[in-house]
């Protein structure tokens, strides 16, 4: 039995140690669970890796990473966390800007022990206003539909229920998810939702545009700047003025445009090819990727600045597997728009294709399940999907998840644990075979996790490639 309450738990950032050690005493007496951090960078480190704290308590000026920055990260990872900020005497016009940006309150060094723990009781009690406002919130917004999109998951739910708040500022914002996911639409649906609606949405491939035309496509050039500028060329930047821009794949940026891109956003000015006059322009910017852009920073592929820059607020995308509530609606939604306009009259899904449906793993995500509606669509000639009309891979999946219940137990019994030893030790050689040793290839096809197969592997002594 655990009827006690759960202790507040509270992040202390502070470069000073004596400080930090004798702060970090003094609040467990009061009874915090204080986590510490020795600088704006072990702070963030801590954020990512540790879940939510209610309290952050954080020295304003460090070296390297400031107070500043450890508010923000932490309010994008949660902005019912309250943060404070410790300041010295001089400083309290940055720690008014800290309020501005959304801390809590500041508290002048040296303090006064009673004053610090009512300070932070009264935080905390903001905390858990605002836990239950947005859990009150999250319930009244039970639509089921945000933009063009459709969805009724938990997951998805939450994510319109932030659209809605976010898409009406001006807020950069990052959007994160697997290929196929709806990242494009969530980007279009935040510009509809906006008041720059109806002003341009630009998407970019940053993906696509070969590197040396990068910054006239982005800022555009002029007459002459090189060998087959004939004439000025107004950039994507200068065409989305007073809308949004949206910087699909910005993870494919070269590293050089990066600081480009950078500088826009910090000055909200273009320099065109060519130019000596820099151009102010209103553009809101939506990036997205499938790359876990984090990672990227940290193998120092992607800038961290412009990371942070774009990352103001992130919003992820979840995978079709992790959502299968969502499949029957997105069946539904896709069935009403191809017998629409392929002119036919589809009503549903037979139960058993919903079935084969519903146990599919979508490697593809939404956009799989939309080509394979569109495909079943076209080659029905009942009113209802059946079978026959899904593609072939997913009905031999199916097939081999039936096997099971065609199996007879023999007369004379079986060595079961052998049995299902040799089945997996079959599958896994088979994956690693068709993966080329790739194991997280391999993870894939037998839709186990990474860490999964790397276990079985060993388990089994097989021996694969270290991806
Ligand atoms: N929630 C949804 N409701 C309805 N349609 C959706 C939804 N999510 C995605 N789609 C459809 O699935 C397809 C893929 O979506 P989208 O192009 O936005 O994905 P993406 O994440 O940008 O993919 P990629 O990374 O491959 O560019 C589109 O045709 C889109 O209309
Ligand atoms: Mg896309």
């Not at 970090?24 to 480190?45: H, K, P, Q, W, Y």
């Not at 010295?88 to 720690?95: G, H, L, M, R, V």
């Not at 004379?412 to 690693?432: F, H, K, P, T, Y």
């Amino acid at each position: 039995m655990n009827a006690e309450p759960q202790k507040p738990r509270l992040l202390l950032v502070d470069d000073e140690a004596s400080l930090r050690e004798m702060t970090r005493i003094l609040l467990g007496r009061e009874g915090f669970d204080v986590v510490t951090a020795a600088s704006g960078e072990e702070a963030l480190v801590k954020l990512e890796g540790e879940g939510t704290f209610d309290l952050i308590l954080t020295d304003l000026r460090m070296t390297g990473l400031t107070g500043l920055d450890v508010l923000s990260a932490a309010k994008r990872r949660d902005p019912s966390t309250q943060v404070i900020m410790m300041t010295a005497y001089a400083s309290s016009e940055t720690a008014v800007a800290a309020m501005k940006s959304g801390a809590y309150d500041y508290i002048e060094k040296p303090f006064k022990r009673e004053a610090l723990v009512v300070l932070l009781l009264k935080a905390l009690e903001k905390r858990q206003l605002m836990q239950e406002n947005f859990i009150l919130k999250r319930e009244a917004a039970s639509r089921t539909s945000f933009g063009r999109m459709v969805g009724k998951s938990p997951k998805m739910k939450g994510l319109f229920s932030l659209l809605e708040r976010v898409a009406g500022a001006r807020t950069t914002i990052l959007i994160q998810g697997e290929s196929g996911t709806g990242k494009e639409l969530v980007a279009r649906a935040i510009h509809e939702n906006s008041p720059r609606a109806d002003r341009p949405f630009i998407a970019v491939n940053c993906g696509a545009i070969p590197e040396q035309l990068l910054e006239g496509e982005f800022f555009g050039h002029m007459k002459g700047a090189f060998t087959g500028a004939h004439r000025d060329r107004v950039g994507l930047f200068m065409a989305a003025d007073g809308g949004t821009i949206f910087l699909d794949e910005v993870g494919e940026l070269p590293l050089q445009m990066q600081v480009k891109l950078l500088r826009v956003l910090q000055e909200r000015k273009i320099q065109p090819v060519g130019s000596v006059v820099e151009t102010v322009v209103d553009v809101r910017v939506v990036a997205a990727t499938n790359k876990d852009l984090f990672e990227e920073v940290q193998t120092k592929r992607f800038r961290e600045d412009l990371y942070y820059r774009l990352n103001v607020i992130q919003l992820e995308v979840p995978p079709l597997r992790e959502r299968s509530e969502d499949i029957p609606l997105l069946i539904q939604h896709f069935l009403g728009r191809f017998s629409q306009e392929q002119d036919k009259r589809i009503e549903g899904v037979s139960p058993r294709a919903m079935e084969v449906l519903l146990n599919y793993s979508y490697p593809g995500n939404v956009r799989e399940l939309e080509n394979i509606i569109e495909r079943a669509v076209t080659l029905e000639l009942d009113t209802l999907i059946s079978t026959e009309v899904l593609p072939t891979p997913m009905m031999r999946k199916e097939q081999f998840l039936r096997l099971a219940s065609d199996l007879e137990l023999p007369e004379e019994g079986l060595e079961l644990e052998q049995m299902v030893e040799n089945l997996e030790r079959s599958l896994l050689l088979q994956a690693i075979e068709r993966s080329q040793g790739n194991r997280t290839e391999a993870a894939k096809l037998l839709g186990i996790s990474f860490r999964s197969i790397r276990y079985r592997l060993d388990k089994y002594g097989i021996s694969a490639d270290e991806s």
